[in-house]
């Protein structure tokens, strides 16, 4: 229960402001701030930690009248659970806490939101492709502060393993050396701090502030796809001195990229050294053997049976990557799932032969955005189909119309039949939505455009 709280704790606080049209600058000041002291999982309570050093000592008070409730049901409706909250100021928490009255985990200041409970060594399938940048992972994940990989650099092509790895790490570091700090990210959400800070920084120079110390004081610092961040120019010195910062202070830094730090053009020479002190590890394209073993693995999972045939019929024809694999394979489930049938070998092939296609021309479908940006925001292939309207799923769903329809340029009609047989004017209309967006949010410009690059190979 705890964990899971902790690690929606980013959505419960989103979900509030979108359910709640809180404002941007309410949201920022009173509820972004908000940490999860602790929880109590058999009194169905938690301790809500106010930060009273920035907000002032009255500030609990005024939280606790005005956000308390809908903390309670946003709490619920995404985990499922009630919980009774109390709100302590954070410095009174500190004084209190010189002695053992916490526990273990509650010691543990979480800062990695949105990691993906599935992405863990436990589900991560090894091969020879990955065998090396696994096992550079797990060295890495028991003794984060003694490594011989800082930074610990992971490259490889789309769709490999390389996120599902990382996210291996921070659970593994977070689960088992609880005192550290640490701190994982996406590039993305990484510009987008940046970036925001500094342009409110004529105004307020404690965002900038609090931003650089956030990151310059964990134990680990990962980010994913760090390749997103080279050629920005402020957001990579930023970073860069970050890097330096953690660096020699012999804290663990672990990065993920499409390339060798070697061949990334953009990268100047003396910043290419530094990714290449640790060793930078790859993880190539699985061979046959590693890719029905995954599909075994999911099988394994899963309820519902394919059987040896199948799966080996996925695994022989779909070669690019594992996401083309598990797209595959999800999508058999799928069918299965919403028809009640069975699926044979002959039903297989039909539904695959898009996806197959895609293997041997690079087509772009709209399946295979679909599916791209559905893992990117760690949804499902069957929530973005179903009627779920939960904001989320409703937006990453526009997102999906949006892309199919700018890179494949397929008709609203068609895109509908990709996700759960929507109607044009629907399609139409999530085009269009985030079209608007587009132009007054800085944001989601950035997502978008690192979507298109995951789309697109670049
Ligand atoms: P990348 O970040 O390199 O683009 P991901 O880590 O997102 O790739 O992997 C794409 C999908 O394939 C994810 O759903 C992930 O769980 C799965 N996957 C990748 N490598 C493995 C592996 N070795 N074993 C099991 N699943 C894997
Ligand atoms: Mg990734």
């Not at 606080?13 to 979108?18: A, S």
């Not at 530094?274 to 046959?288: C, H, M, Q, S, T």
């Not at 073993?293 to 779909?318: Q, Y």
């Not at 039909?350 to 296609?357: A, R, S, Y």
Request: net charge negative.
């Amino acid at each position: 229960m705890e964990q899971l709280i902790r690690s929606k704790w980013l959505e419960i606080l989103e979900h509030v402001k979108n359910e709640y049209s809180i404002t941007e600058v309410c949201y920022k000041t009173w509820l972004l701030p908000l940490e999860i002291y602790s929880v109590n999982e058999s009194e169905e309570s938690a301790i809500i930690c106010v930060n009273d050093e920035e907000l002032g000592e009255n500030s609990k008070n005024h939280i606790q009248k005005k956000y308390n409730i809908l903390l309670q049901i946003a709490i619920e409706e995404i985990t499922g659970y009630h919980l009774t909250l109390e709100y302590k100021n954070k410095s009174e928490l500190e004084k209190n806490n010189g002695g053992a009255s916490r526990t273990k985990t509650n010691t543990r200041k979480n800062l990695s939101f949105n990691l993906n409970d599935k992405y863990t060594f436990d589900t991560f399938v090894v091969g020879n492709n990955n065998n090396f940048a696994h096992a550079a992972a797990l060295a890495v994940a028991e003794s984060p502060l003694q490594s011989e990989f800082n930074p610990l650099f992971i490259y490889g092509g789309p769709g490999l393993g390389k996120t599902h790895l990382i996210h291996s790490i921070a659970h593994y570091i977070i689960e088992n050396s609880p005192e550290l700090q640490v701190l994982y990210t996406t590039s993305e959400q990484y510009i987008n701090e940046i970036v925001n800070a500094i342009r409110n920084s004529k105004q307020d120079r404690t965002t900038l502030n609090n931003i650089k110390r956030k990151y310059r004081e964990v134990d680990v610092l990962m980010i994913d796809d760090v390749q997103f961040i080279i050629g920005k120019d402020i957001t990579q010195e930023e970073f860069f001195n970050t890097f330096n910062t953690l660096y020699e202070q012999g804290k663990q830094i672990i990065l993920t990229s499409d390339k060798h730090p070697n061949q990334m053009e953009k990268l100047e020479e003396r910043y290419k050294s530094r990714f290449n002190w640790g060793l930078p590890v790859d993880i190539k394209a699985p061979e046959y053997e590693t890719r029905l073993a995954i599909l075994r693995k999911k099988e394994e999972k899963e309820g519902i049976k394919l059987g040896e045939e199948i799966l080996k019929f996925i695994a022989e024809n779909i070669k690019t990557n594992i996401r083309d694999l598990e797209g595959a394979y999800n999508k058999l489930i799928l069918r299965s799932k919403l028809q009640h049938c069975d699926i044979t070998l002959d039903t297989a092939i039909e539904d695959i032969k898009d996806l197959i296609l895609t293997n041997e021309k690079m087509k772009i479908t709209n399946d295979y955005i679909i599916n791209i940006v559905v893992e990117h925001y760690g949804l499902t292939l069957e929530e973005i189909n179903s009627k779920n309207r939960s904001q989320k799923v409703a937006n990453v769903r526009q997102i999906c119309m949006y892309l199919c329809r700018k890179i494949t340029n397929s008709s609203y009609e068609e895109i509908g039949s990709n996700l759960g047989n929507r109607d044009r004017t629907t399609v139409m209309h999530g085009y269009n939505k985030i079209d608007d967006d587009l132009k007054k949010d800085a944001a989601l410009q950035n997502e978008i455009d690192i979507l298109m690059k995951i789309i697109n190979h670049q």
